[in-house]
């Protein structure tokens, strides 16, 4: 049996409904597929939707843990067999686990649903450089950003960054926290706040490193910083899946999918 859940590709939301579309970066409208019929009424099925008009536009990859190691989720039948790709750039791994080298990078398997934990969505925010635009100027030079963070506690502007248990438009429940690239750092982001400050918790494994480019460790132990917006790459949510594990082991999701 396949899981459910599983999706991947493009999504907008669009008065509290995720739909299947296709959006180029930069684009003013988002398209849907030829013959879709779950288009959300009253636009024309022929026609494009601003992204104005869209609360988020994101694009979904799923990735699991297989025997102790990270994968994508390339494809998922019906059957409940998935088509894994190695996903830590360890081919020696990837041979020993009977991956088969498809290209010079990237290996592949394929396996049964139910033999992956750790399963999560990986939601990249597509509209993320238009409104970082529409709400931040770019950083003057020798200005040190100073916020990121209310009082200590994390900032919100117009709904970026999410953080915490969440259940979404369509009955998904994660654990979500918001991530991007600061300078090739792997973070966390904490919060934003409106002069473009971002509190950034270091995820990478180097603490040393961390510690001499500027992060200071704090007192739940782990390495902070506050930086610009504009300094931010690959802005995406983190989303672990609450309900995949209690699936696999033979649980009901706990709604009519």
Not at 25 to 54: L, Q, W
Not at 124 to 138: G, I, K, N, V, Y
Not at 161 to 190: H, M, N, Q, S, W
Request: hydrophobic share 30%; glycine share 10%.
């Amino acid at each position: 049996m396949s899981y459910p859940l599983y999706r991947h590709g493009t999504y907008a939301l669009i008065d509290g409904v995720s739909h299947r579309v296709s959006y180029s970066f930069g684009e003013n409208y988002v398209h849907f597929p030829d013959g879709a019929s779950e288009k959300p009424t009253p636009y024309p099925r022929s026609e494009p939707i601003p992204v104005d008009m869209c609360e988020r536009v994101f694009s979904v990859q799923v990735y699991a843990s297989y025997r102790g190691h990270g994968v994508l989720i390339d494809e998922l039948d019906e059957s409940g067999k998935a088509r894994l790709m190695e996903a830590e750039w360890d081919g020696e791994w990837a041979t020993v686990n009977g991956f088969v080298q498809e290209n010079a990078y990237e290996y592949y398997k394929t396996a049964d649903i139910h033999e992956l934990t750790g399963y999560y969505e990986k939601q990249t925010d597509l509209l993320f450089t238009r409104w970082r635009e529409a709400h931040f100027s770019r950083p003057l030079e020798g200005l040190t950003p100073t916020g990121g963070w209310a009082n200590g506690d994390p900032a919100v502007i117009s709904g970026r960054p999410r953080t915490g248990i969440v259940k979404d438009e369509d009955g998904r429940l994660a654990e979500v926290t918001t991530r991007a690239e600061y300078f090739g750092y792997p973070c966390e982001i904490a919060g934003i706040t409106a002069d473009g400050s971002v509190g950034l918790y270091y995820l990478g494994p180097d603490e040393a490193q961390a510690e001499a480019d500027g992060f200071q460790q704090v007192y739940d132990g782990r390495w902070a910083k506050t930086a610009h917006i504009y300094d931010l790459a690959r802005y995406h949510e983190h989303h672990v899946d609450q309900l995949f594990d209690s699936w696999r082991t033979g649980s009901e999701l706990p709604y009519d999918k």
